[in-house]
C-alpha cells in the first residue's frame, strides 16, 4: 500500500521544519490480507477471487482459524485484514474478530457495504475494527453495473453513514479503470462531503475477473491524471489541517510519480526537502510480496499476496504459516526476497528500481509467462524512468559496417 498522505504530511513538516529522515524500520511480520470466505453477494467484474453466491468447498473451520490466529502472533504478524468474498456472510465472523482483537492485532474488515445496515451495525461497532473499507467504484450508474446489482451504491454509501454515525473509521475504496477514471473528481467530492476518513485508489491488477477485464485498465495518461488529482486534493487536506488519508495499491510507480510531483512543485524552494522524501520513499522500497504483505485464501493456502492464488506455498491446515513464510524456499519467494529483485528490461534498467522494487510482478507474468519481466502496467514512460531502449534490428542493419544498407534514390 502506497501512503499518499502520510508522504506529503512528512513533506509539509519538513517544509516547516526540517528534520533528517530517520533510518528504515523492517517491519517484525508480514500484514496478512485473509480471504476468510470466498462466497459473495456481488459478482463484481474485477474481482482477483472470482467469488459467487454459492457455498465453497474446504473452507476453514472456526477453530481452524483460530489455531491460525494463534500462529499468525508466533509469526509476529501486526495486521489482519478480514476480506472474501463477503467476510460478512461468515456466520462466525464477529467470533473470529473477537478472537484477532484479544490476541491484540490491529484489525481492519474489506466489505462491499451492501450487508451493512440497521440490524448489525451495532455489533460491527462492538467488533471495534480499527478500519473498515467500503468499496464504492464510481458514482451510482457505473458503480452499480461494476458491481451487478442494481442497488448497491445506494445500500453501500449508506452503510458508509451508518459507519460514520458510529465512530467508525472508514474508507471508500475504487479499483479504477478507463471507464470510471471520470467519476474520480466526484468521488473525491463524495468523500469529502460524506467526511470519509480513508480513499484508497486500486489500480486494476491482472488476476480473476481482473485478468480477463485487463483491456480496461486505464490509460497510463489517465493514470497520471489520476494521481496527480489525489495528490493535490491530499496536498490540499494536509494544507487545510483535515485529517484524511489517502493511499493507493498495485502500481508501484505510484512512489517515483509522487516524487516527480514534489519535485515539479517544491524542488527549487526545498531542494532538501524533497531529498529527505526521496529518503523515505527508498525505505519504503515498493512491492511487498512475499515480504511484508502475505495472503491466506478461504481454504487455508498461503500465498505470496492476493493476486498469486494461483501459486501455493503452503497450507495452514497442515503447516504452521510461521514456519512456512520463514523458512520457503520456493523459487518465486526467494525472487522477491532478493534485493534488488531479479526484474527484466524497463523494470530492471529503471531508475527507480530502489523505489518501486519492480512493480507488480501478477501484471508481468499473466501477460508474458515469466514474473520477472517488465511490468506492462508501468505508466511512467521510457525517458521518466532513465531507461534507454536497445536498438532495434533495423536500426543495427544500419549500422552495420560489414554489410551496410544501401539506399537508391528512385
Avoid at 513533506?11 to 470466498?38: Q, S, Y
Avoid at 451508518?162 to 477514471?181: Q, S
Avoid at 504452521?320 to 526484474?343: A, I, Y
Wanted: aromatic share 10%.
Amino acid at each position: 500500500m502506497f501512503r499518499i498522505s502520510q508522504l506529503l504530511k512528512t513533506l509539509h513538516d519538513d517544509m516547516a521544519e526540517f528534520k533528517p529522515v530517520k533510518a528504515a524500520r523492517k517491519m517484525p511480520g508480514p500484514v496478512v490480507i485473509w480471504n476468510l470466505i470466498r462466497r459473495c453477494n456481488l459478482r463484481c467484474k474485477h474481482c482477483y477471487a472470482t467469488s459467487l453466491d454459492i457455498d465453497f468447498k474446504d473452507e476453514l473451520t472456526t477453530e481452524q482459524v483460530k489455531a491460525t490466529i494463534d500462529d499468525l502472533k508466533v509469526a509476529h504478524v501486526p495486521v489482519l485484514i478480514l476480506s472474501g468474498g463477503e467476510p460478512l456472510m461468515r456466520p462466525d465472523i464477529y467470533e473470529i474478530t473477537a478472537y484477532a482483537k484479544e490476541k491484540g492485532f490491529y484489525v481492519a474488515l474489506s466489505t462491499n457495504g451492501t450487508l451493512i445496515d440497521e440490524s448489525n451495525i451495532d455489533k460491527i461497532k462492538a467488533s471495534d475494527y480499527q478500519y473498515v473499507g467500503i468499496s464504492i467504484d464510481g458514482l451510482e450508474e457505473f458503480h452499480d453495473e461494476f458491481r451487478r446489482q442494481k442497488g448497491s451504491f445506494k445500500t453501500s454509501m449508506h452503510a458508509i453513514k451508518l459507519c460514520k454515525e458510529a465512530g467508525i473509521k472508514i474508507g471508500m475504496r475504487l479499483c479504477l479503470t478507463k471507464d470510471n477514471n471520470k467519476d474520480l473528481p466526484a468521488m473525491l467530492d463524495l468523500m469529502e462531503e460524506n467526511k470519509v476518513d480513508k480513499f484508497y485508489l486500486s489500480h486494476l491488477n491482472y488476476s480473476g475477473r481482473g485478468k480477463r477485464n485487463a483491456e480496461n485498465d486505464a490509460m497510463f495518461k489517465m493514470t497520471k491524471d489520476a494521481m496527480e488529482l489525489l495528490f493535490e486534493r491530499a496536498w490540499s487536506h494536509i494544507s487545510q489541517g483535515i485529517e484524511t488519508d489517502f493511499v493507493t495499491g498495485n502500481n508501484d510507480a505510484d512512489g517515483p510519480f509522487l516524487l516527480k510531483w514534489a519535485t515539479k512543485h517544491f524542488g527549487d524552494s526545498h531542494p532538501e526537502c524533497i531529498a529527505n522524501l526521496k529518503q523515505r520513499l527508498i525505505n519504503w522500497g515498493g512491492n511487498a510480496s512475499g515480504v511484508n504483505v502475505a495472503n491466506i485464501d478461504n481454504t487455508g493456502t498461503i500465498h505470496p499476496d492476493t493476486y498469486w492464488w494461483n501459486h501455493p506455498i503452503g497450507n495452514v491446515k497442515t503447516e504452521k504459516f510461521s514456519d512456512v513464510w520463514k523458512n520457503t524456499q520456493d523459487p518465486l519467494m526467494l525472487g522477491f526476497r532478493e534485493s534488488p529483485r531479479p526484474v527484466k528490461g524497463r523494470c530492471g534498467e529503471c531508475d527507480y528500481l530502489n523505489i518501486c522494487g519492480g512493480n507488480t510482478r501478477t501484471r508481468a507474468f499473466a501477460q508474458s509467462g515469466d514474473a520477472w519481466a517488465e511490468d506492462p502496467g508501468c505508466y511512467l514512460n521510457d525517458d521518466e524512468i532513465g531507461f534507454v531502449p536497445p536498438p532495434s534490428k533495423f536500426a543495427d542493419e544500419l549500422t552495420n559496417k560489414e554489410n551496410p544498407i544501401q539506399f537508391v534514390e528512385v
